[in-house]
């Protein structure tokens, strides 16, 4: 696809020539945000309408019709800075229906080109990813790509190599040449915890997972895509038949035989299964419940995809020009809502970073009721153009971050103002600052501002830091409203069970019980101490880095960025952080006046050789059900050993969990052994 000059307003015409026109400059335009820069600018919806629009205007119109209409094309074109792949069989689109009405004229339409109803139809999710073809001979992963323009596609087999969920290598009984296709997605909460740790950094955040997965897929740098939280789902075998298959529900089940993860897998503890049903009804009841179960699934779906079972049965309905007779893509009405914007507030959070906020007049979307909704920084401001006053559209990405889509200017009343980012902090007044590496702007003011102090204790006593158990969010808050505290240490040498039992809705017991709590926070370990600092870039498994590397509370405290450098890990920029904070005055005295009462455990690793797991490298893989993966892999550093994320010849042992995928795989290639979870506790 060339590059493409942004469309203008559309026409206000009747000319059927002249809207084609516009319509297909239009399509163009967002193919190529979508597909080529993977920044859309509408919403699946609007596009599904403009490309529905062409069609019906081309129906009426066939003298319109020309080869490089967008209704002839499959998809985008692959990014020039990519190397290319030919598809052996295009990787084609898939035909839409956007009401039960339409589902059912497809239905009708296969019984007719059938000639009977003796037809199962085969029902999956329809993900929201990016679409990706996997070709592999003699067992092993020759190449990956994206579909590109259905015929050609860009190559990510270096990317592609970095999600846990694709295999390497193929397990059982396989052919020689195996070409499968599937989806590149992002969970919704791994989106949401990227967003946040982006944001809380001062780096660019990203719209909605989707297109984040195909902007990581697609880097030039396969160490980008290692560094987001990819998965991939596989559901298509091109030319089943020749594999000796002889329906869709044959490929789910030789997909899973293989080592792929299917559908299925990732359904198994949802409401919502794969299903093979036959008839209209059900079909429609399948898709009703699909609708009614979508936002309790842990990945983004837009619909439910439908193929006709019989592959026989597929082969004798064939294909239109850019999609297949036999499948259909039964689309959820978009969930997107209009509101007001009522306000727009700017938060402060712990490293001091300013957010502005939308206050919504609340509005029901996808089952939640959205009040609020994130607009970043100045930067995404000034796109939107929103201001107080303003109708807007709002979503939720992912289902689960409320997002402001776009502004109905011409619902905008005149009275309103272009909004401008605060200079000075509004909680503390100190004027802000902005330095050259972020896209958000801070409160230098750490010590005295009192949003950064509420996030900071709320913070410290988080679970994963001293785990207070009691002191969330809102008690923290009512202890600094009493003037009760005033920083972390307060917490250990000005709260007794008299003043906490003033506080509203406490009483005595929840007193003496949160006493107690804090009593037993007095001895974690090392790691968990530094992390309950909050030092910027300094991150749970970071802060156990470091631990190991002080050794004890007062090695921590004299630790320079030459140390710190030194160890695997730990890069320049998260050494500056430490020293920084090491080498403030104020941050020295209350690390200080903590450690009158807090005795961290000594950390530090092993040396070389020593320790019970000393030369082992282990890998942790699957959903691990009596500890979490950052506890085991501690675990096995304490005893001298280290943990790794992926599988080599290298490794020792491989402990897997339910679920566990290519791993396993690459496990038995390598000859590393396997361990259940009680085999790897009774090495602990």
Known sequence: MPKLTKPGPRPNTKDPAKLHRWLCAAIGWHDQQYYVNSAPEISDGEYDGLMRELEVLERANAELVTPDSPTQRVGGSARSDLAKVEHR???????????????????????????????????????????????????????????????????????????????????????????????????????????????????????????????????????????????????????????????????????????????????????????????????????????????????????????????????????????????????????????????????????????????????????????????????????????????????????????????????????????AMPTSCPECNTPLVKLDDEVVIRCPNSLACPAQIKHSITHFTSRLAMNIEGFGEKRVEMALKAALIANVADIYDKLNVQNLAGLDRMGEKSAQALIQNIEASKQPKLGKFIYALGIRNVGETTAGLIANLAGTALGFLQLTAEQLQQADGIGPIIAQSVTDFLADQHNQALVKRLLKYIRPKEQAAPKPGEGKFAGMTFVFTGSLEKFTREAAEEMVRDRGGKASGSVSKKTTWLVAGPGAGSKLQKAAECGVKVLTEDEFLAMV
């Open 89 to 419: 069989v295009p990787m084609v689109s898939i035909a839409n229906s956007m009401n039960p009405q339409e589902t059912r004229a497809w239905h009708q339409f296969v019984q007719d080109e059938l000639g009977h109803a003796d037809f199962e139809l085969f029902c999956e999710p329809k993900f929201d990813g990016l679409s990706c073809e996997l070709v592999f001979e003699t067992g092993r992963l020759k190449v990956a790509s994206t579909r590109g323009d259905g015929y050609i596609g860009e190559d990510v087999t270096p990317n592609i190599r970095t999600i846990n969920s694709v295999p390497q290598t193929l397990k059982g009984k396989f052919p020689a040449r195996l070409e499968v296709r599937g989806e590149v997605y992002i969970e919704k909460q791994a989106f949401a915890d990227m967003n946040a740790e982006l944001e809380e950094q001062g780096l660019k955040t990203y719209v909605n997972p989707r297109n984040t997965a195909s902007g990581a897929l697609r880097q030039l740098d396969p160490a980008v895509s290692a560094r987001r939280p990819l998965s991939a789902v596989w559901y298509a075998v091109v030319e089943p038949d020749s594999h000796g298959l002889q329906s869709q529900a044959d490929v789910a089940k030789a997909l899973k035989e293989w080592g792929f993860v299917t559908s299925a897998d990732l359904l198994k503890k949802a409401a919502l299964k794969i299903a093979v049903v036959q008839g209209a009804q059900a079909l429609v009841q399948t898709f009703d419940s699909y609708q009614e179960h979508r936002h309790d699934l842990p990945f983004e779906i837009d619909g439910m995809v439908v193929k006709v079972n019989n592959l026989k049965q597929q082969a004798q309905l064939g294909m239109r020009s850019r999609s297949p007779r036999f499948m259909l893509a039964a689309k959820f009405p978009p969930e997107e809502k209009e509101t007001l914007c009522q306000a727009i507030e700017v938060q402060v959070g712990r490293t001091g970073a300013v957010t502005p906020v939308a206050v919504l007049q609340p509005v029901k979307v996808g089952g939640v009721t959205v009040t609020h909704a994130s607009l970043h920084n100045s930067d995404e401001i000034a796109r939107l153009d929103i201001r107080v006053g303003d109708s807007v559209v709002v979503q939720r990405a992912g289902d689960v971050i409320p997002q402001v889509l776009r502004v109905i200017t011409e619902k905008r009343p005149g009275h309103t103002r272009a909004f």
